[in-house]
């Protein structure tokens, strides 16, 4: 027996899912979001929530973080920043040797082409930005548009006003195939309990997007990136921003599988202190690594010296939606049609969320996107036939 | 058997080898020993197993020790918790 047919079927209830749902239902369309786990079970809830521009140079991803970063606060206008827990507590990005402060200079000089605003800050006023950061480091640059939400609090708002404008969403629901019309058209997606009729399949599974769309027929080359975060007991305000080392930057634009690792340190609303972050490529290995948080600790120690007297209480472990050229995927498939990818991520999942859930929208419906979608082509791994 | 104590607050509380600050206190009929952080609401053992860091108080001058997992020790003092423990990094 087949579930009521929509417009739309979204595979995904974490943060990409629900802002394609959003937008779609915003849009006119009718939408079913389908997750095999729960809302926002996947990388959503092993992440920090954060909305960031201070790690981006100029360029596609960069564009499509400024558009997203608007339309956060558009949201958070509309619906309410505590539904999402939005706050604009900016970035602080330090330099930990005097290579590394020249080469922030001229990394953030680019980033102002490209729209984001990042203010130098000398090795004396770095304690007026975070009062408990340790002496004497070099310097570093303070990113005032950088933002951070409450990730699975946000994909639950999303999805709940999402349902608002008459979106379904069923969990519990893993998605086995796609049923296709003579001329190869997906007409309907099946799970391992029934078939939710449809015209369009939107792949929103993050890091697992690479297994669902060799389900529906078009797979997207898209990799787990391990990464660890240490979580403080709740102490008070003691980090104002998002603070990281300036190294982070590199770390995230490598591709190396290797484990990198860089200082990241922020506060929370509930008083702990998240600390990361750690990048390696070994599948979707969950093991525990003593070693990764040594080093995490280590390192936030050195920024944060306070630190050394503060317990942990645990750590968690996610996997980032990794492409190999670091931008995600979002588009028409053109191998099947009805089938459209929104994944690979990576990092920025959360930041990205708003302006691929608007982008996919438009794709949908024939809107003039309102971002140039080329470089998020899920055609450019694919060498097509003439 | 020889009777061992702490102090909870300056007061001595009794307990038996191998028991818990938390179980001592319990048995004693102290309840709660922690004030939330927001609404300074009273608080004491909830999953009494190490999870839920309900329970802390203050242990010779450590903060946010838990309750359920500190054995108790003769002569250690024993304080109730306010907030964080942590006041003094504020910023």
Redesign the interface.
């Known amino acids: 027996m087949a579930e009521p047919g929509s417009d739309v079927v979204v595979v995904g209830a974490g943060i990409i899912g629900a802002a394609c749902a959003f937008f779609g239902a915003r849009a006119g369309l009718s939408i079913t979001v389908l997750d095999r786990g729960s809302v926002g079970g996947g990388t959503t809830s092993r992440c920090e929530g954060n909305i960031l521009v201070s790690d981006k140079g100029p360029g596609p991803e960069l564009d499509l973080a400024l558009a997203s970063r608007s339309l956060w606060l558009d949201l958070a206008a509309e619906h309410g920043a505590e539904r999402y827990e939005l706050e604009e507590k900016g970035g602080l990005v330090v330099a930990t040797s005097e290579a590394g402060l020249s080469s922030l200079r001229s990394f953030a000089a680019g980033q102002g082409t490209g729209g984001v605003i990042a203010e130098p800050v000398a090795s004396e006023r770095l304690r007026d930005h975070e009062p408990n950061l340790a002496a004497g480091l070099p310097g570093g640059a303070f990113y005032p548009q950088d933002m951070q939400v409450q990730p699975v609090l946000a994909a639950a708002s999303l999805l709940a006003a999402a349902r608002d404008l008459g979106a379904r969403v069923v969990t519990g629901e893993e998605v086995t195939g796609a049923l296709r019309g003579a001329d190869g058209r997906i007409t309907a997606v099946r799970t391992a309990r029934t078939t939710y009729p449809t015209a369009a399949v939107v792949n929103a599974a993050g890091t697992w997007g690479a297994v669902v769309g060799e389900r529906l027929g078009g797979t997207v080359p898209v990799l787990p990136r391990r990464g660890f975060i240490l979580v403080t007991e709740p102490l008070p305000r003691v980090v104002r921003h998002k603070v990281y080392s300036a190294d982070y930057v590199d770390n995230v634009a490598s591709g190396d599988a290797g484990l990198e690792t860089s200082a990241v340190v922020e506060g929370t609303r509930g008083g702990t202190v998240l600390i990361g972050a750690s990048r390696e490529r070994v599948g979707f290995d969950e093991t525990l690594s003593v070693e990764v948080l040594r080093r995490l600790a280590a390192q936030a120690v050195r920024l944060f010296p306070f630190l050394a007297q503060v317990r942990l209480m645990r750590s968690y472990r996610g996997f980032r939606p990794y492409c190999p050229d670091h931008l995600p995927v979002i588009g028409s498939d053109r191998r099947v049609p009805g089938l459209l990818h929104a994944c690979g991520h990576e990092g920025a999942g959360i930041g990205l969320a708003p302006a691929t859930g608007r982008l996919v929208a438009d794709l949908l419906t024939g809107a003039p996107p309102q971002l140039d979608p080329a470089a998020f082509d899920p055609m450019r791994f694919v060498l097509e036939d003439a | 058997m020889t009777e061992q104590s702490f102090t909870f607050d300056g007061r001595p509380v009794a307990f038996r080898s191998g028991q818990s600050l938390g179980a001592a206190l319990t048995a004693a009929g102290v309840r709660s020993w922690r004030t939330t ?1 927001a609404d300074g609401r009273p608080r004491g053992l909830f999953c009494g197993i190490g999870v839920c ?1 309900d329970c802390l108080l203050v242990v010779d001058g450590r903060p ?1 020790e838990r309750a359920c997992l500190q054995p108790a020790a003769a002569g250690m003092q024993v304080e109730s918790q306010e ?2 423990g ?2 003094h ?3």
């Open positions: 952080r860091f946010n907030g964080t942590h006041g990094l504020e910023v």
